[in-house]
């Protein structure tokens, strides 16, 4: 069955980092786009970066500069590196892939920017 299963969210203050991880499971991990997406409360879920299968990535402009995507196919994690945090980035932060005609989602990671 297919997992995805986050970690590394927590509290840092701003301009500090952070780097969530996602292991993923039950599929060919290394041919399918990963995804980051992040929701605030009373806000609509948005994307914040992906990596193709081949390596090329894309970023939201809110997070371009600051965060970097990464994946590793032999330990089938995918990795968002997350630099100079603004309080702005406080969100629910989750990993998502597209399969056999569905969407999974992690379970999500809380990262919260505040001094």
């Known amino acids: 069955q297919v997992q995805l299963v986050e970690s590394g969210g927590g509290l840092v203050q701003p301009g500090g980092s952070l780097r969530l991880s996602c292991a993923a499971s039950g599929f060919t991990f290394s041919t399918y786009t990963m995804k980051w997406a992040r929701q605030a409360p009373g806000k609509q879920r948005e994307s914040v970066a992906m990596?193709?299968?081949?390596?090329?990535?894309n970023y939201a402009d809110s997070v371009k500069g600051r965060f970097t995507i990464s994946r590793d196919n032999a330990k089938n994690t995918v990795y968002l590196t997350m630099n100079s945090l603004k309080p702005e980035d406080t969100a629910v932060y989750y990993c998502n892939v597209i399969l056999w005609g569905s969407a999974y989602w992690g379970q999500g990671t809380q990262v919260t920017v505040s001094s």
């Open positions: 990596i193709y299968s081949a390596g090329n990535t």
